[in-house]
């Protein structure tokens, strides 16, 4: 995808245009753990969905990859182990309060949900106002490998700290819906993907060689795409052009779906923003519930 084609993205997103809004950060800490804060927020500073911490184990963690620590979010059941696991990717702004408030809904439905910190090598996404400089300094900085790699560190750091990696699932949200499609198609132990309105082509580059349509027909596991029919920067003749890829590829791939919501615009999961619709964010929550259990992760 050309940078330019993600700042136009970025900020029709987000209503922007292009400068720093008043109030967008707020300290989360009591609810995130040290080191975690609101992201930029166009509206509101906080998720408009509060799901409780009781019996949840959550909080920041380290993860080693290559002797390099990684921050990301962990949410689970208090004291239990043997759990499903679930990658949590975040949308361009990392792991805010909304992509905290995701991995305890998981743990509440008995995941040990991970969220890693998947730009922190290249700087505090969450510090941006600026859209244009968000995605020149930063996004458009992170190499597709390096991706890759830490999400593989995530999953080892899972399976030593209560997760049962044998079942294993990823979702993500937007840019993180994107990396969901490349997870699928990395890992052979992802059981399950679901991808929340992940852009699905884009230009080859060196630090994005492969788009989903690239990697559509070779997945290990099946994933569900929850799109929107009213979303501009996904346009449905590339969901069309995925659907093709997907019928004819390997058994992972003719057995993945894509549910496509009439009037729904992008990020309507996202309940800290105006996109947000409340119908499909539902509906969709329990697809991907159920998407996970058919394929063996619940």
């Known amino acids: 995808m050309h940078p330019h084609d993600k700042l136009d993205e970025a900020r029709s997103l987000l209503n922007l245009s292009g400068t720093e809004q008043p109030n967008r950060r707020a300290a989360m800490k009591a609810a995130l753990g040290v080191g975690y804060a609101m992201a930029a927020a166009p509206v ?49 702004f990392g792991v805010h309060e909304y992509i905290a408030d995701t991995a305890r809904r998981f743990a509440r439905a008995g995941y040990l949900a991970i969220a890693p910190e998947l730009f922190v090598r290249q700087g505090d ?15 458009n900085k992170v190499p597709d490998a390096q991706v890759m790699g830490d999400l593989d560190a995530a999953v080892q750091w899972a399976g030593a ?22 997870y699928a198609a990395h890992n052979p132990a992802v059981k399950a993907g679901v991808a929340w309105y992940g852009r699905l082509v884009g230009q080859a580059s060196e630090l994005q060689p492969r788009h989903p349509v690239d990697v559509g027909a070779r997945l290990h596991g099946p994933v569900l795409g929850l799109y929107g029919a009213a979303d501009t920067g996904i346009p449905l003749d590339t969901v069309d052009k995925m659907k093709g890829v997907l019928a004819g590829g390997n058994a992972a791939a003719k057995a993945s779906q894509f549910v496509v919501y009439p009037d729904a615009p992008h990020a309507f999961h996202a309940d800290y923003r105006p996109s947000f619709r409340q119908g499909p964010a539902e509906d969709g929550w329990k697809r991907c519930l159920a998407w996970f259990a058919q394929h063996g992760v619940a």
């Open 44 to 92: 509101v500073a906080q998720t408009a969905i509060k799901t409780p911490a009781d019996g949840l184990t959550v909080g920041e963690v380290m993860i080693d990859v290559g002797g390099f620590s990684m921050p990301a979010y962990r949410a689970a059941p208090a004291g239990k182990t043997g759990l499903p696991v679930v990658l949590v990717l975040s949308e361009i």
């Open 125 to 139: 996404a969450q510090s941006y106002g600026e859209m244009a400089k968000l995605m020149a300094e930063i996004i």
């Open 161 to 182: 700290h209560g997760g049962d990696t044998r079942k294993l699932a990823v979702t993500g949200f937007c840019w993180g819906g994107r990396q969901t499609w490349l």
